[in-house]
């Protein structure tokens, strides 16, 4: 498997979505994914998991049968404030933090509120990595929010599902924050934002984004399962010091 990571994926926590953790590893081990992250919707989506899903996923093992389970979330940006739906200690038990934009938290509004609740976010330091930030329903000054994410050490996701079955037109935006993120050394990240197992590290899509504009492979978090982990551990995230030996001798 050529980036065998994935830090975007729903299970059937979030009610929309139609695949258990049992259903990823078994995807994971026949593509030969590594290291994927279970990333809920945060619980203020209306068919999200309770805030005590979050907690409790200190339950999951670290490795099963060779492959690496990372606790996460994709929060929901709230505000304009760049507050997003999970908080306090509650944060520090997570390996990875992922927040974006949705509509059911956050209405669409202007590119000014889009941007200032963006960088905002960026700027918390709770969040290591913004989801589809080509969304065209959030228009944002993609130049400012690069620039925050480069300053701040947050990852901009490319994300492949925004190319295939949600947030149709997103390919002129992504194209555009890559490009960005190359000029301005920004860190991106594929996800997948699989809601079904199958489509667990299917990054085609989003993989021809980061052709056209010629951005640097060796900066993609997906590229091994230690540069994602040195990433967090960058970000602050203690708890992923468990996985560092399973990997360690793994190729970059």
């Given amino acids: 498997m050529q980036y065998p990571v994935d830090t975007h994926t729903h299970t059937v ?9 049992h259903d990823y590893l078994a995807v994971a081990k026949q593509k030969g994914i590594r290291l994927f992250a279970t990333t809920d919707h945060g619980p203020a989506m209306a ?3 309770h805030f005590w899903h979050f907690v409790n996923l200190r339950v999951l093992p670290r490795m099963v049968d060779g492959v690496g389970i990372l606790r996460g979330i ?5 505000n ?4 997003i739906d999970y908080f306090g200690d509650y944060l520090s038990h997570l390996d990875i933090v992922l927040a974006g934009f949705h509509e059911p938290v956050f209405a669409p509004s202007d590119k000014a509120t889009h941007t200032e609740a963006m960088i905002n976010a960026i700027k918390s330091g709770k969040v290591d990595i913004i989801t589809h930030p080509g969304n065209p329903a ?3 000054d993609i130049e400012a929010v690069v620039t925050a994410a480069a300053q701040y050490g947050v990852a901009l996701e490319i994300n492949n599902s925004s190319f295939e079955v ?4 997103s390919e002129a935006n992504c194209t555009a924050i890559a490009k960005a993120a190359k000029a301005l050394g920004a860190t991106l990240v594929m996800g997948s934002d699989s809601h079904v197992a199958f489509s667990l590290g299917g990054f ?6 980061i052709n056209a504009v010629d951005y640097p492979k060796d900066k993609l978090l997906n590229r091994s399962p230690m540069a994602l982990l040195d990433f967090l551990t960058l970000r602050g995230h203690q708890t992923v010091a468990d996985f560092i030996p399973l990997f360690r001798d793994e190729a970059f």
């Fill in 204 to 209: 085609d899509r989003a993989l021809s984004i």
């Fill in 13 to 21: 926590a979030s009610s929309h979505a139609y695949s258990t953790i």
């Fill in 138 to 140: 959030y228009p944002i």
């Fill in 47 to 49: 068919d999200a998991p």
């Fill in 74 to 78: 994709e929060a929901n940006i709230k």
């Fill in 80 to 83: 304009r404030d760049g507050e």
């Fill in 166 to 169: 949600s947030r149709k037109g």
